[in-house]
Nanobody
Framework: DVQLQASGGGLVQPGGSLRLSCAAS????????IGWFRQAPGKEREGVSF??????FYADAVKGRFTISRDNAKNTVLLQMNSLKPEDTAVYYC???????????????????WGQGTQVTVSS
């Protein structure tokens, strides 16, 4: 069974940091593209970051603040989030994509498996 388990969310003050984890089972994370998405109340789900075959991509809104990485030994994809802002508040999801052109990584319709989401709240 393919499963993704997102964790690591919480409440943090502006300027703080969190590290999200996406633990995978049923497949190897280095064989697939893994994306992080987020959805804030009243807004559409948006792509945050993506990793595949050594390439990493970021949304403009998080570039320079977020870092995606892979721990193959733990079969986990991490999202280190620094300098958090209130506008980063959302439910964060990880998802698995089949092979796809890198230009399409933001399109959630290409992702077949999703984790359950973890809440990130940035507030003073």
């Amino acid at each position: 069974d393919v499963q993704l388990q997102a964790s690591g969310g919480g409440l943090v003050q502006p300027g703080g940091s969190l590290r999200l984890s996406c633990a995978a089972s049923g497949f190897a994370v280095d064989d697939y593209g893994i994306g992080w998405f987020r959805q804030a109340p009243g807004k559409e789900r948006e792509g945050v970051s993506f990793i595949n075959v050594g390439r990493k991509f970021y949304a403009d809104a998080v570039k320079g603040r977020f870092t995606i990485s892979r721990d193959n030994a733990k079969n986990t994809v991490l999202l280190q989030m620094n300098s958090l802002k209130p506008e980063d508040t959302a439910v964060y999801y990880c998802a698995r994509a089949p092979r796809l052109p890198f230009s399409l990584w933001r399109d959630s319709s290409y992702y077949g498996y999703w984790g359950q989401g973890t809440q990130v709240t940035v507030s003073s």
